[in-house]
C-alpha cells in the first residue's frame, strides 16, 4: 500500500472534480482493479476553493482485497482566466471626438465566445496615456479582462485617437469667393461654408502660392 503515488489534477472550467484515478500517477503498477475514488466532502471542500488554488484534498485507494488506503491528491481548481485567458482576441477601437475611450468590453473581439458576464475594463492611467496620444495616433492601452469566477487576465488594446479632421473632414462645405478689386484673396474661412458647424476654433488658410495662382488668373 505504501507505493501509491499521487499526481497533481486539474477540475474542469467549471470546478468539477475529475475521476479520483487520475490522481493515482502508478495505478497501472498496482494490481489490477485497484480503483480511487474522493473522500467524502471532497467536492465541498473544492467548492470553497478560489479559482487558481491548488489544495491537498482526500481520496481513498481501494485494492482488489478490499483494502484500502487513505491518500492526499493535489487538486488544482482551473479558473476561468486559465482555461479561457489564450482564447481572449482584442480589436482596435477609436475614442470619441473628444479624445475619450469608449467602453472597454468594445475592444474584446470575441466577447460573445467567453463565459457569460466576462467583462473587460481599462488599466489605471488609460485615458492619461490617450490624453498624450496625438491625434490620429494608434497605441497599445492597458486593459484588464474579468472572468464571472473572479480570475483576471492583463490584455492590450489598440487604441486610435480620432482626430478632429478624421471625424469631421468629410463634412467640410466649401463656397465661391471673390478677390477684392484688386486681385487680393480673402480670408480662406469664407471659403468655408459651414465653418459654423465645425468644432469651435477651426480655422482654413491658402496653400503655399495660392496668391500667385490668382495672380495669374485672367
Known amino acids: 500500500g505504501d507505493k501509491v503515488e499521487t499526481q497533481p489534477v486539474n477540475t ?11 490522481g493515482i500517477k502508478n495505478l497501472g503498477d498496482l494490481p489490477e482493479g485497484t480503483h480511487a475514488s ?11 476553493m478560489k479559482p487558481g488554488e491548488t489544495k491537498n484534498i482526500p481520496a481513498t485507494v481501494e485494492f482488489p482485497d478490499g483494502s484500502t488506503k487513505e491518500v492526499e491528491i493535489p487538486v488544482h481548481k482551473t479558473s476561468q482566466a486559465e482555461k479561457y485567458g489564450d482564447k481572449v482576441e482584442t480589436q ?27 467583462h473587460a475594463s481599462w488599466g489605471d492611467g488609460a485615458q492619461d496615456l490617450v490624453d498624450k496620444m ?6 497599445n492601452i492597458p486593459a484588464t479582462v474579468e472572468f464571472p469566477d473572479g480570475s ?6 489598440p487604441v486610435h485617437k480620432t482626430s478632429q479632421a478624421e471625424k469631421y473632414g468629410d463634412k467640410v462645405e466649401t463656397q ?13 474661412d469664407t471659403g468655408i461654408k459651414n465653418l459654423g458647424d465645425l ?20
Open 12 to 22: 474542469d472550467g467549471n470546478g468539477k472534480l475529475p475521476e479520483a484515478d487520475t
Open 38 to 48: 474522493w473522500g467524502d466532502g471532497a467536492q465541498d471542500l473544492v467548492d470553497k
Open 92 to 118: 482596435p477601437v477609436n475614442t470619441d471626438g473628444n479624445g475619450k475611450l469608449p467602453e472597454a468590453d468594445t475592444g474584446i473581439k470575441n466577447l460573445g465566445d467567453l463565459p457569460e458576464g466576462t
Open 134 to 139: 496625438k491625434p490620429g495616433e494608434t497605441k
Open 152 to 157: 483576471t487576465k492583463e490584455v492590450e488594446i
Open 176 to 188: 465661391p469667393v471673390n478677390t477684392d478689386g484688386n486681385g487680393k484673396l480673402p480670408e480662406a
Open 199 to 218: 468644432p469651435e476654433g477651426t480655422h482654413a488658410s491658402w496653400g503655399d502660392g495660392a496668391q500667385d495662382l490668382v495672380d495669374k488668373m485672367k
